[in-house]
């Protein structure tokens, strides 16, 4: 089994875990004689790599399960950088792409305003040095330090130009991946999709990454669960969201081990090489997903501390991070997250 094969395995095993535990907590009833409303409808499947699950109220009992399926259809074929014929894949391989779909100019733009807003830390442009250490769509052997620098002079933002009718490279060789941020994307699509249905209550959930608006079955805010990262399958918070998005990041769900050592997925576009702290899972609370995503990632790049001042510097945003403190797991949590956590 290659490393890759098992990277997979073990993420999916954590995901799994994780979306159970989302769906455990927002189905929690109040009191014994809760009842449920019946126009809520469900609906499952998979994209991304992985699988969605969502949750609304239509009146009219309307099942938009294909309506979903082709808009995320779509929406692959703009930055999913695993499809051979995608946009961001052919921009990875020419020079110039001019945009055909409506997804990779919105991503663009907010991923330079997380760039900006982190110092870097967030980079759709760490591309190569993600594909090095194994976390692309082939496998490669580990990159060892000439490797790892030589690709480093590939990453940096301002190393592409990009307008709403195209993107270019002013660098050769420079190449995008969105996988950090394309999850979250991807959730607030179809929540605006949800949104020109007038539907106005729904939980979207893909692959861990949600998005919540009014209230679930129950007529209560929606209720997500966040992993406890040293207890996998056990929750660390119960969340309330008030049409808000949440997003989590941490090295516990994608890693592989080659020769007895651990290689995380969070990879510092500053040294080129995983990160090495004592953070272990960071979640975000933003008004939509794309933005959560972004920062999660880069909360996990930079560590506690530097994640805190940039937190405060950022209307909208609450964090709860998970880390050790010499061999103890604490959490931080900003004051706005702290009256959102469900004590009981």
Known sequence: MSPNQKKNIIYSIVLLASVAIVWWVRNQPESADTATDDTYISVQGQTMGTTYNIKYKDEQQRNFKSGIDSLLEVFNQSVNHYLPDSEITRFNQQDTLYFELPYFYPVLERSQEIVQATGGAFDPTVAPLVNAWGFGPEENELPDDSAVDSLLQ???????????????????????????????????????????????????????????????????????????????????????????????????????????????????????????????????????????????????????????????????????????????????????????????
């Open 154 to 344: 590939l990453v940096g933002f301002d190393k592409i130009e990009y307008t709403s009718d195209y993107v270019t490279r002013k660098a050769p060789n420079v190449t995008l991946n969105f996988s950090a941020i394309a999850k979250g994307y991807g959730v607030d699509a179809v929540g605006s999709f949800l949104r020109s249905q007038g539907v106005d209550n729904f939980m979207v959930e893909i692959g861990g990454e949600v998005l919540c608006r009014g209230v679930n079955d129950q007529g209560n805010l929606w209720r997500i669960g966040v992993d406890n990262p040293s207890q996998i399958g056990q929750m660390s918070a119960a969340i309330a969201l008030d049409n808000q998005a949440i997003a989590t990041s941490g090295d516990y769900r994608n890693y592989y081990v080659r020769d007895g050592k651990k290689y995380a997925h969070t990879i510092d576009p500053k040294t080129g090489r995983q990160v090495t702290h004592s953070v272990l899972s960071v979640s975000v609370i933003a008004g939509d997903c794309m933005t959560a995503d972004g920062f999660a990632t880069a909360f996990m790049v930079v560590g506690l501390e530097r994640a805190k001042e940039i937190v405060a510097q950022q209307a909208g945003l609450e964090v709860y991070i998970i880390y050790d403190d010499n061999g103890t797991t604490k959490t931080f949590q900003t004051e706005g997250m702290e009256e959102m956590i469900i004590n009981s």
